[in-house]
């Protein structure tokens, strides 16, 4: 994907055209409007087809799709099925606008705040493949963090020349607390510090990181910096996303990366 079709996909591209003014209520934002007889938790339940000789605790893996995302999947698949090419271009804008507005409704941002990639992957090596960091800076993550954010920094480190850093939050899971992974941070970061990356819920553990008191911590660290040497506090937030009723502004950090997937 080049820089254009990425800026296609961005609230900033579309903010030039559907974006700027009122758009038509789509029918797949439509789809999304929960029903008031949703009330309890076995008609909740039988909105998913999960089979019932389970229990299922696998979600943080896929998740399965409710009754109105599986009809909007099949409209949508019998559509790019009857007619690709117009079908496309008749619906692919004004469904992105429809999914920038609910996103930026459902995190409490503008929608063009928001960029749409494919997935947390891809939108990991776009954010640490793009953000400027200096030769003599440094990028600071943790031992927790996922693949997809330790190979797309060490890249971006062989790239810039910027020194790149993992440390542990916590000694013992048993025994971590909030303070003490706030206090760790705050001891870890150096004067060239430039970006901190770290995972919200960790998913080999569940252990789930107080983002909003290490964003404090570290906008009085920032106090102190020119702008150019300001912490960056960037958040894999896949696991959290739609677990977490919590606002980006409520979180603090700088960048946020999630897929939906989960």
């Not at 974006?19 to 076995?42: C, K, Q």
């Not at 906008?219 to 020119?226: E, I, L, M, P």
């Not at 702008?227 to 950090?253: A, I």
Request: hydrophobic fraction near 40%; glycine fraction near 6%; proline fraction near 3%.
């Amino acid at each position: 994907m080049n820089r254009r079709n990425f800026l296609v996909r961005t609230g900033w591209w579309l903010s030039t055209g559907l974006l700027a003014g009122a758009a038509p209520e789509s029918r797949a934002r439509a789809d999304l409007i929960v029903s008031s007889a949703l009330n309890t938790w076995n008609t909740i339940r039988a909105q998913f087809p999960l089979t019932r000789d389970r229990i299922h605790m696998a979600g943080f893996l896929l998740a399965s799709h409710p009754q109105p995302v599986r009809d909007a999947i099949e409209r949508h698949r019998r559509g790019l099925d009857e007619n690709p090419a117009e079908y496309l271009h008749e619906n692919s804008a004004q469904l992105e606008n429809a999914v920038l507005r609910a996103a930026a409704d459902y995190l409490g941002v503008q929608p063009t705040d928001i960029a749409l990639t494919d997935s947390t992957t891809m939108g990991l090596g776009l954010l640490y493949g793009g953000l400027r960091v200096r030769a003599d800076q440094e990028i600071l993550t943790t031992t927790h963090d996922h693949y997809s954010t330790s190979m797309s920094l060490q890249l971006r480190a062989a790239r810039t020349g910027a020194a790149l850093r993992q440390i542990p939050l916590y000694q013992q899971l048993a025994t971590v607390s909030q303070e003490e992974i706030v206090e760790t941070l705050v001891k870890a970061l150096r004067p060239q510090t430039r970006i901190v990356a770290v995972t919200w819920v960790h998913s080999s553990t569940g252990l789930k990181l107080p983002i909003r008191l290490m964003a404090e911590a570290l906008s009085k660290v920032n106090a102190g910096r020119t702008k150019d040497d300001h912490v960056l506090l960037c958040v894999d937030g896949v696991h959290g996303l739609g677990v977490e009723d919590v606002r980006m502004e409520e979180l603090g950090c700088d960048f946020f990366i999630a897929g939906c997937h989960k």
